[in-house]
């Protein structure tokens, strides 16, 4: 029986990790290296203790309505889009509202974290910490892992001949960088063009000589802006596009992205990407276009090597005078404090059973939070992942046996091993994954129920954002405020902007009612598709990277 659990960080993941446990009964003890909540999310201007944060500027990808937590919506004044530091303020609102503080360690690490001799009958962990260069040890029923998978910096130097032996100027990952002051003036590679390989050649190109874009595969590049005005991710990740991209043929789905990829402009104009790519990555930049278009930013392929004071490219040109490499390349998750044989259970996240438990182990006692990359809010998922992981340990749900959990993890895993760089391996439809462990945990949303019980909002549900408050509306830990958040998710998204209001006469809203009712029918077929084939549209296609 499990009663007391261990929460490994106090990030966006240990935080509803350790309000779930108190959802469901348990007693959670949170182990926090650092001084603070918000992990990645709260900025710290050097690297203390190794620990990864974001950069100085660094905005959301994901609006508030999307990733907020599922039953704590965020403040209506809050923009749709947050710098770090009205979320970690956000965070710390959750924190207080849910009295979580009081169940956190801070300055206190977990240097190991080991089966106890009796695992096999106990399921129990012995849990090293270290406060004050004092350690002690405990002994934990449970114990979820929640520090992320940005730990790590991939820098694959080997794959660029000349950049630690030849070249003279500086090479640093995009984990030390903070802010621009220490590259004005200069010449600036960027190498990786994914979010933050274009957030940073965008904030380099206002104070910097010249900055180049070195990429490698193609890329699309989507506005957090979208239709109209709105939320990118409000408009696109509905529960009837997600219908629709499994109804239709994958090659017609393919080619209508596509189109409305080049609707903003012409990709293939800019050397970012091609409509006959098969390999191909999305990205949020608002700004990176007009950059390429004012010539702040160069784009080039990818570097073949690196000589005492330039850059080679596989196309055969070269740019003199770099002084700073920068490598965006990614970040490699690892667990040191996890002993041997239970790390080497798992290479990535898809030798993890739902890419949570470790199908190997003879009770279902560790699991790892937020080892996930979504097309959507992984604090979403995060959020969904605890939430099921907690009511396996209180006994209100339970694994399959540990061969259907191993087929399932063969079933789901490629058998190529790919480079650790390429987040494919990690990244999941939104909408498929948080449906999977909402159905397993019995929170998932009918739509054809609520067509037969609330129309009204069964038309929010399938039509509108799938905003997290959906899984609040049945099943254990349903939320009596969810109905009423997503009938007013539209109210809070657009509240932060009526600081000048002015007259418009055009009725939008009545049109958007009147296209909910005409198509209603289809509602209906799809309510009945999706409870009678709920795994409907699992596919892990390469959308936004959020």
Request: aromatic share 12%; net charge positive.
């Amino acid at each position: 029986m499990v009663r007391r659990v261990a929460v490994i960080g106090a990030g966006v993941g240990g935080l509803a990790s350790i309000k779930c446990c108190l959802d469901e009964g348990l007693e959670p003890t949170c182990f926090e290296r650092s001084e603070d909540i918000g992990g990645l999310w709260r900025y710290a201007d050097s690297m203390d203790g190794g620990r990864v944060s974001v950069y100085r500027s660094v905005i959301t990808n994901t609006s508030k309505e999307m990733s907020c937590f599922s039953d704590f919506p965020c403040p209506e004044d809050f923009p749709s889009f947050l710098p770090h530091g009205l979320l970690l303020e956000y965070f710390r609102m959750y924190a207080q509202h849910f009295d979580l503080l009081r169940h956190i360690h801070f300055k206190t690490t977990a240097l190991s974290v080991r089966k106890c001799p009796d695992f096999a009958t106990s399921g129990q962990w012995e849990v090293v910490t270290e406060t004050s260069s004092v350690q002690e040890s405990h002994i934990f029923d449970a114990v979820m892992v929640c520090t992320g998978h940005y730990q790590e910096p991939y820098l694959p130097l080997a794959s660029f001949p000349g950049i630690n032996t030849c070249f003279k100027g500086q090479y640093l990952h995009s984990r030390e960088y903070k802010d621009v002051e220490a590259f004005r003036g200069k010449r600036v590679l960027v190498v990786g063009i994914g979010n933050t390989g274009g957030d940073l050649s965008v904030e380099l190109s206002r104070v910097a000589a010249k900055v180049f874009l070195s990429a490698r595969s193609s890329t699309w590049v989507f506005s957090r802006v979208s239709d109209h005005g709105f939320p990118f991710d409000m408009v696109s990740t509905t529960r009837f596009n997600h219908f629709l991209d499994w109804l239709l043929p994958s090659a017609l789905t393919k080619r209508i992205r596509f189109r409305k990829f080049n609707s903003w402009f012409n990709h293939a104009n800019y050397g970012l990407a091609s409509t006959k790519s098969s390999n191909f990555k999305v990205i949020i930049n608002e700004e990176l276009p007009f950059c390429l278009l004012s010539g702040t930013i160069v784009l080039k392929p990818n570097v073949k090597e690196f000589t005492k004071s330039s850059a080679v490219f596989e196309d055969g040109t070269t740019e003199e005078n770099i002084d700073v490499v920068l490598f965006a390349t990614g970040y490699i998750f690892s667990f040191p404090f996890l002993e041997e044989s239970v790390r080497s259970l798992f290479d990535d996240n898809r030798s993890l059973y739902k890419r949570i438990f470790p199908p190997q182990l003879e009770k279902p006692t560790l699991a790892i939070i937020g080892l996930v990359q979504l097309t959507g809010s992984v604090m979403v998922g995060a959020e969904m992942q605890a939430r099921w992981v907690t009511a396996i340990f209180a006994g209100w749900n339970k694994l399959p046996p540990a061969s259907r959990m191993m087929a399932d993890v063969l079933k789901k895993k490629p058998p190529v091993k790919r480079n650790p760089s390429e987040r494919e391996n990690l990244k999941l439809s939104f909408i498929s994954y948080t449906d999977e462990i909402a159905s397993c945990a019995g929170v998932k949303p009918s739509v054809l129920r609520l067509l037969l019980t609330d129309p009204r909002l069964a038309l929010a549900v399938f039509f509108g954002p799938c905003t997290p408050y959906q899984y609040r509306l049945v099943g254990r830990g349903k939320w009596s405020g969810a109905r009423n958040a997503i009938l007013t998710q539209w109210q809070r998204t657009l509240k932060p902007l009526r600081t000048r209001v002015v007259d418009d006469s055009s009725n939008g809203s009545n049109s958007w009612r009147w296209m909910c009712l005409l198509a209603l029918p289809v509602a209906l077929t799809a309510g009945f598709l999706l409870s009678k084939y709920p795994r409907l549209g699992w596919s892990p296609r390469a959308g936004p990277q959020l």
